[in-house]
């Protein structure tokens, strides 16, 4: 299965975000062996809500949105080996703040990986899990998520996440 989302401020302007969750969503209920998430900017958006309680993972952040930092560290405490590659930008500085002191806070900061490239040449964005690979032009940020016109694409065929997967482990590491 492919998943195209084309994404502008007239069209489907909330689908991305809407998909996140949903692929969140699915983690937290099925974790995947590992996740790579990469990104050259990233931001800790809010990326599912979870005012109702909904996500009984998640309770521990309270009854309110859950930002990307802290479903990340819940996939880790779930044995999720969590990969996370993006640069050495300002802009990214609290996000890896923020991963790493949660990672240690919760005792899983060794299930967590953060490579942050500095050759200048990291450009790709992509999410890729056991059953599903996310990429596109989309960074994990505020402007990338909910303003920029950004093309998205989700796979679900077996070769092309596990190539997806191949590719990921060979350039950042992780688990296969």
């Not at 958006?45 to 309770?59: D, I, M, P, R």
């Not at 802290?70 to 640069?87: I, N, Q, R, Y």
């Amino acid at each position: 299965m492919n998943r195209v989302i084309r994404k502008s401020h007239a069209q489907s302007a909330t689908e991305a975000l809407d998909l996140l969750g949903a692929l969140f969503s699915a983690e937290l209920a099925h974790p995947s062996v590992c996740l790579w998430m990469v990104s050259p900017w990233v931001s800790d958006v809010e990326v599912l809500n979870n005012s109702v309680g909904t996500y009984g993972a998640l309770v521990r952040f309270g009854r309110r949105p859950i930002r990307l930092t802290e479903v990340l560290v819940t996939l880790a405490a779930s044995g999720v080996d969590v990969v996370v590659a993006t640069t050495p930008d300002n802009h990214n500085n609290t996000f890896v703040r923020r991963l790493s002191q949660l990672g240690m806070d919760l005792r899983v900061r060794d299930r967590i990986r953060i490579t942050v490239d500095s050759t200048g040449k990291l450009h790709t964005k992509a999410m890729i899990a056991d059953d599903y690979a996310l990429a596109g032009s989309m960074n994990i940020t505020q402007n990338g998520i909910n303003l920029r016109e950004e093309q998205i694409e989700l796979h679900t065929e077996r070769s092309y996440v596990a190539q997806a997967r191949m590719d990921a482990y060979d350039r950042f590491g992780g688990v296969l």
